[in-house]
């Protein structure tokens, strides 16, 4: 069956911005969909609000709307296009659920839209919990014992049926959200409120625990002719009760004979073809019962997932480019598989490897969330390997998360591994309750003398996975012990994964002198081909990882290859943004006529499709990793100012080693990072800063914060995402954050700067060829400073900023970059009190808004850098002017608190969110309001906005409010701030505190009676007060605005959304509007001057 | 010679069909769920030695009774530890399946080499008479609807469920047995096994398996009975340059365009095209293999009597392809 005729033009959706739970996995999904949809000659139309993916990039669909992910957004889109079909199933839970809505309110039966992939039967019947339960009855396959409830009282009468623990699935959500486990009845009360308040449908299922059982998955593919395939198995070292995307998982599965396999197999494709995933591919969940076999069915996903993802990259087959032919009505025989290029892709592929995932977490970010892991996912990011072995994965996979463990290592001291003591009861206690260290704890009961069986009767993993484990420890006591270390005790050693700071570790050396020991006997890792066959055809793509075996599989490309250091696992600071920019970039050396090679660990990611470079590593990215590659390859260079702190951080080593490093040199990296070498270069290019200074001991940070003045803002050196960088305003303090903050890097010192209270930031990203420096764009911060520039939403041409003062940035930052030498990339982040310029800080590498601003104006900076690195000049390329752009954008950060229960929301220095979205449109307020949207915090057109801000906040808070009144708002306030207001003269209703009565603030908000909320810290009486109020707006989904500025540009959103007609329009038209010769290249239209702003 | 299934080491090494090999395995990890009871394609072990990347010293399934490498060594078979298995399967890729000797030392010594050249090459070799059973033996109820001979060329145990799952009852043959002898047993069908060596070896087959098939009884064969009902037609077969051995071959049924993914073991194929068995007018080609376009299915143009070259009973690999079995009970039924 050929592809279809009758459809010409496509829509697909986005998942939106990044998320717990739909992560960079959708644009790599995603992608590959688009292209290979236009390849087979559609016409694609792409809605998605995330700037920062590939997908979203001009050249990848035909039409690219950068818009909210919405049923209201995606509908104009759809009224505009007229697309024949929408392909709902490769962005996630968001796009399904907009589809289905669309589908159900009749937009798509009204434009002739074709939901093609899954129709709106199949989704609805895997994702509502009563359907599926009942067509698995159907087919004779069990789920576990459950009911499917709407309410409170409705769960509560169900229970009786039930024993506890309890385990609560919400319908329609991703990542397990509002999911949860309850062990009592109290437990299960707050469960459920919150399960059903997450659920877009209002119903969630209860299922008795099948805690501790197996966990496997099995990757499904269909075609519209019936034909399935499997394409990969995954067991779960983690057991039931951890989300899969929070477990470690190995590929294929371990311990499942045949027998057991094929039986998983069957059900499987029972279970497409019951469903009726009509052409594409699913995701179907198992647990196992260890003692019996007993196999039950959890979930199916009937679209691409985080574990497709994960599945495409385990075997080389692109699930995601395979089932968006399938939609278009190929037979899965009808096309090749793309790695060997001779065989179809109607097969199911075999691995002659093992691999590993494993989560990523950011509870630093969160001290006082709740880390428990449970079946709502908490981890951010993940790192993959492949070895030829469990335990040589295993090992790569951890050292690959970049979490300063060289493999399955303890950590310094117990508290690391998040135990409060290193005895064996203290860790036997900890071991029952999995969290994010488990894997570590695990270690130290075995060093502790605790035994493989009783390990596994506390955590219910596997007895094969512990007693691989128990064979690492026994391999590094012998190494230890030793007496002389040789040629096969290195060898059998690096068989097992053990990288060579674990063997310097283990021998009391050092790191490099282990290597050279090991480089003097000539042992290195060889690298295999990933080849979806096990070696029994020819692969014609270079898909590599190492291993320490005998064959090495890769052709180096010598001076024709320029290496390119991913950015390894996500996590909050460092996300998909960097990924962007290293594809970008790589995409631009190929077509320089480079061959390219790309080395991540993120399975997640585009960098890490086989088709995007020409050779892919799929390695840590750690010193040692690198250098083996390097080793082999003799590349011309290597690129590390894309991927973020990862690769910028083996710079230095790097160069030691004596590879060449592209662009910016190191050495200028050094010069921007010192904080004494980059204090003198300010002070001689005349720019501002705050008064500042460096500290190694807690004693020179008092000293240097009396000088500089409170309030003053610490943070190590060598941080990305602000972790634990704090505003301190008193030297206890001070001494406070001092001690703990001091071990994050004892090689750097801790940097204390002034905090300029009330200034506004602008961040500058910019391209250097060495001599000439243009500016990518000038972003002002919507947040005022002290929150950290990741999390603050901004915009893009500033307003609100004198001319003359955006080009004194320009102009500082063009001095920067010339000063420095930067070859590539920088950006500059600027604080503007009454008029003065400060700098902040200077990074002479690719920054997170790259994608935003390239984005933003069409102008693909990574590309432009790829292209000066290998030393082509800005004039050359036609670069000479600053883009311009007639109309605004909009940034906004998206955070994750809705997953992380008992997190405060409240912004500050320390970076918390996971993604971003963008708004574009002719004029601020609307640009703002559609970025909101898109960031799922869609502003009231009317109503009430309750207002409750601290003392200082209430002169900026009177004209805000003024203004929301004139709209026609009811204005309430807690008693001071109504007391201020009142006396103004602004018409305002007084809301009790919560501990001044009922019915109070957070009544009022759950109630439904708040439709909008600003709120400013009170100060320590109330805090938790404002704590209280905030996570209610949360859960009760009321949205809410935490400083005066974001308040001030939501009422310009509102005031855009009540009088402006709402548009939608493609980048492709954005640009040719920007394009258009004789355009004057002024400030775009915006809703008059600002007032109240600071 | 190599297999790439992922699970299922232990019907593997059970099966008939490898007797007198080698096998190297693609699949690293094997051990993992140590050996049970239940999963045995024959009585013992039938490899001659075994190549793995890791052999897993403790294993972990509710159904094991034992380890994998305890077994094995109390049977007497080899396994090489600690091989770049890849390395070995491009090799043989390339080069094709070969003799292999498994002998201490990191080089070979003269007294291996000299007791490998002296080891027979697989073309010309007959090794189904010796993997077939002596004796005849009934499978299954007597009260079982259909009965059936079978011929036992080194039959997988799973033939003999699949067919007692289907109300059959099983009359096991010796390889040499005459026509005379099934025409005495009465039986509703007739079924020729898989089995190892050279079809073409198996000379003494071929007149019975014509002879038998011609009187019309409902005939069917898997694998090295696919390729002697080939033969007995006056088709050819040709050794393949690796063979396919695994569970992911996918093949398709013509007269359908679905696609079946497959358990395979096979060195040797019949020849021909998607439309005729090379030499064997009477023979239509029912399934191919989308791989290498080689013959997976044939069927008689007026007989009822078809044969596929993959593994409808599977154990190990994908169950595509059982219906199978049900076709030919279906054929029994219409007689």
Known sequence: ?1094 | MFTTNLTGYQEVFTDPSYTGQIVTMTAPMIGNYGINQEDLESSKPQVQGILVRELSQEYSNWRASGSLGEWLAGKGIPVVEGVDTRRLTRYLREKGAMRGIVAEGDTPSDDARKRLEASPKMEGLDLASAASITKERVVGSAKAKYHIVAYDFGMKENILRMFNSLDCRVTVVPAKTPAARVRELEPNGLFLSNGPGDPAAVTYAMPVIRELAASGLPTFGICLGHQLIGLAFGGETTKLPYGHRGGNHPVREIETGRVLITSQNHGFAVRGTTKNVTGAKELEVTHVNLNDGSVEGLRHRTLPTFAVQYHPEASPGPHDARKHFQEFVQALDSQ
């Open chain 1, 1 to 1094: 069956m050929p592809k279809r005729t009758d459809i010409k033009r496509i829509l697909l959706i986005g998942s939106g911005p990044i998320v717990i739970g739909q992560g960079a996995e959708f644009d790599y999904s995603g992608t590959q969909a688009v292209k290979a949809l236009k390849e087979e000659g559609y016409e694609v139309v792409l809605v998605n609000s995330n700037p920062a993916t590939i997908m979203t990039d001009p050249e990848i669909a035909d039409r690219t709307y950068i818009e909210p992910v919405t049923p209201e957004w995606v509908a104009r889109v759809i009224e505009r296009e007229r697309p024949d079909a929408l392909l709902p199933t490769m962005g996630g839970q968001t796009a399904l659920n907009v589809a289905m809505a669309l589908s159900e309110d009749g937009t798509l039966a009204k434009y002739g839209v074709e939901l093609i992939g899954a129709d709106a039967r199949a989704i609805r019947m895997a994702e509502d919990r009563r359907e599926f339960a009942l067509a698995m009855e159907r087919i004779g396959l069990k789920t576990p014992a459950g009911v499917v409830v709407k309410s409170v009282a409705e769960a509560l009468k169900a229970v009786e049926t039930l024993e506890y623990p309890i385990i609560a699935r919400p319908s329609f959500t991703l990542g397990g959200t509002g999911g949860g486990i309850a062990y009592n009845r109290a437990e299960l009360e707050a469960l459920i409120e919150r399960a059903l308040d997450l659920s877009p449908v209002h119903s969630t299922l209860l299922e008795q625990s099948v805690l501790g059982w197996k966990e496997f998955e099995l990757e499904v593919m269909r075609d519209g002719f019936d034909n399935v395939v499997i394409v990969c198995s995954i067991e779960n070292l983690d057991p039931m009760g951890v989300h899969t995307g929070d477990s470690i998982t190995v590929a294929p599965a371990m311990t499942l004979t045949d027998r057991e396999y094929q039986l998983m197999r069957d059900a499987s494709i029972a279970i497409i073809r019951e469903i009726g995933v009509a052409a594409g591919g699913c995701n179907i969940q198992f647990a196992v019962n260890p003692e019996t076999g007993e196999m039950l069915v959890i979930e199916m996903n009937p679209r691409v997932s985080r574990s497709s993802a994960l599945a495409s990259k385990a075997t080389g087959f692109p699930i995601a480019r395979i089932g968006a032919k399938l939609a278009v009505g190929y037979r899965l025989d009808e096309l090749p598989n793309d790695i060997t290029k001779t065989t179809p892709a109607s097969f199911e592929p075999v691995l002659d490897y093992v691999v590993v995932k494993c989560p990523r977490f950011a509870f630093e970010k969160f001290p006082e969330a709740d880390a428990r892991l449970t079946t709502q996912m908490k981890s951010v990011g993940e790192s993959m390997a492949i070895g030829r072995t469990f335990k040589e994965a295993f090992q790569k996979g951890l050292r690959a998360l970049e979490i300063d463990r060289p493999g399955w290592t303890v950590g310094q001291t117990p508290v690391d591994d998040r135990l409060e003591a290193g005895d064996a009861d203290t860790i036997r206690a900890a071991l029952g309750t999995p969290m994010p260290e488990r894997i570590f704890q695990v270690k130290r009961a075995m060093l502790a003398g605790v035994s493989v069986k009783e390990v596994h009767g506390l955590t219910n993993i596997d007895p094969w996975f512990l007693q691989q484990l128990a064979e690492l420890i026994a391999a590094e006591a012998e190494f230890r012990a030793a007496p002389a270390v040789g040629a096969p005790q290195l060898r059998s050693m690096k068989r097992m994964g053990f990288s060579d700071r674990q063997l310097a570790d283990l021998r009391g050396k050092k790191e490099a002198d282990i290597r050279a020991e090991r480089w003097a006997l000539g042992i290195h890792p060889a690298y295999k081909v990933v080849d979806t066959c096990a070696g029994e055809f020819p692969s014609k793509t270079p898909y590599l990882y190492s291993s320490y075996d005998e064959e090495n599989e890769s052709e180096p490309l010598g001076e024709a290859g320029i290496i390119i250091l991913g950015s390894g696992p996500n996590r909050i600071g460092q996300g998909v943004e960097f990924d962007y920019c290293c594809v970008r970039a790589g995409l631009a050396l190929r077509d320089l006529g480079y061959r390219t090679i790309m080395i991540n660990s993120n399975p997640e990611t585009v960098s890490t499709d086989f088709d995007i470079s020409d050779k892919l590593y799929f390695e840590p990215l750690t010193l040692e990793d690198v250098l083996e590659i390097v080793r082999l390859e003799q590349p011309k260079g290597v690129v590390v100012q894309l991927g973020g702190q990862t690769p910028l951080k083996l710079a230095k080593g790097l160069e030691a080693a004596g590879v060449k490093i592209l662009g910016t040199s190191p050495e200028a990296i050094d010069v921007a990072e010192d904080r004494r070498r980059f204090e003198k270069l300010a002070r001689d290019l005349g720019v501002e800063q705050p008064p500042n200074g460096t500290a190694t001991s807690v004693e020179q940070a008092v000293a240097a914060a009396l000088r500089i003045g409170y309030p003053v803002l610490v943070r190590p050196s060598y941080v990305l995402g602000g972790r634990a960088m704090k505003i301190v305003y008193d030297e206890p303090s001070l001494r406070d954050y001092f001690d703990r903050a001091a071990r994050v890097a004892p090689e750097h010192p801790v940097l204390i700067d002034r905090f300029l209270e009330d200034a506004m930031e602008v961040d500058v990203d910019a391209l250097c060829d060495g001599k000439r420096c243009v500016i990518g764009g000038v972003m002002q911060h919507i947040e005022e400073a002290g929150i950290h520039s990741g999390d603050s939403a901004c915009v893009l041409p500033p307003f609100a900023i004198d001319a003359a003062v955006v080009e004194t940035m320009k102009r500082h930052t063009r001095d920067f970059a010339v000063a420095l030498g930067v070859v590539g990339l920088i950006n500059v982040q600027y604080a503007v009190k009454s008029g003065v310029v400060y700098v902040l800080e200077v990074n002479p590498r690719g920054s997170r808004t790259v994608p935003f601003v390239s984005k933003a104006t069409g102008v693909s900076l990574p590309r432009l850098a790829a292209a000066v690195m290998v030393g082509h000049s800005l004039g050359d390329l036609g670069m000479t002017d600053d883009p311009q752009v007639p109309y605004v954008a909009v940034k906004e950060a998206v955070f994750p608190f809705t997953k992380l229960p008992n997190v405060d929301t409240l912004l500050g220095p320390e970076m918390k969110s996971t993604g971003e979205v963008m708004g574009i449109d002719d004029t601020f307020g609307m640009a703002y309001a559609k970025a909101q949207i898109g960031a799922d915090g869609a502003l009231p057109l009317e109503g009430s906005v309750f207002v409750t801000v601290n003392d200082h906040d209430k002169p900026a808070l009177l004209p805000i409010v003024q203004r929301f009144h004139k709209m026609g708002f009811r204005i309430l306030a807690t008693s001071g701030t109504a007391q201020y207001l009142a006396s103004r003269g602004v018409p305002v209703e007084s809301v009790l505190k919560v501990w001044e009565g009922r019915p109070n603030a957070t009544d009022l908000i759950v109630s439904g009676a708040v439709h909008l909320l600003i709120n400013t810290p009170l100060g320590k009486i109330t805090a938790r007060d404002d704590y209280h109020i905030r996570r209610t707006a949360l859960q009760h989904r009321v949205p809410y605005t935490t400083t005066m500025s974001a308040a001030h540009a939501a009422c310009d959103a509102i005031d855009a959304l009540r009088t402006r007609v709402r548009t939608v329009r493609c980048l492709q038209e954005w640009y040719a509007q920007a394009a258009v010769p004789g355009t004057p290249a002024t400030q775009p239209g915006r809703p008059g001057p600002a007032p109240g702003r600071k």
